[in-house]
């Protein structure tokens, strides 16, 4: 079982930068793929990006590509999110996603029935 914490959300203006930080504890981490989705208000839990862990693959939805970033330390059991050049429309709770070991070594799963474990999210919030 592992149990994932996000934190590093909040408030700010449109074009700047935050990092989400989601640690993990139980479970074997460093064999976990692990991911971000993000959900607005009234719209449903979508894809931001993630890392698998056999290989370091990432992927990242079209809107966030060349904006975010993930990356993970093993020795810490910890997944970030930096995002650059926020946008208005990138306000919502922010989740960090666990695969169970083992699987998913080397694609990135971008669909929220993939995962395994769940945070309990954190709120972005951009102003324009």
């Known amino acids: 079982q592992v149990q994932l914490v996000e934190s590093g959300g909040g408030l700010v203006q449109a074009g700047g930068s935050l990092r989400l930080s989601c640690a993990a504890s139980?479970?074997?981490?460093?064999?976990?793929?692990m991911g971000w989705f993000r959900q607005a208000p009234g719209k449903e839990r979508e894809f931001v990006g993630g890392?698998?862990?056999?290989?370091?693959?990432?992927s990242y939805q079209d809107s966030v590509k060349g904006r975010f970033t993930i990356s993970r330390d093993n020795a810490k059991r910890t997944v970030y999110l930096q995002m650059n050049m926020l946008k208005p429309e990138d306000t919502a709770v922010y989740y960090c996603?666990?695969?169970?070991?083992?699987?998913?070594?080397?694609?990135?799963?971008?669909?929220?029935?993939?995962?395994?474990?769940w945070g309990q999210g954190t709120q972005v919030t951009v102003s324009s």
């Open positions: 996603a666990a695969t169970r070991a083992g699987s998913w070594s080397t694609v990135v799963a971008d669909t929220p029935r993939t995962y395994d474990y």
């Open positions: 139980g479970g074997t981490f460093s064999r976990c793929s």
């Open positions: 890392i698998s862990w056999g290989d370091l693959n990432t």
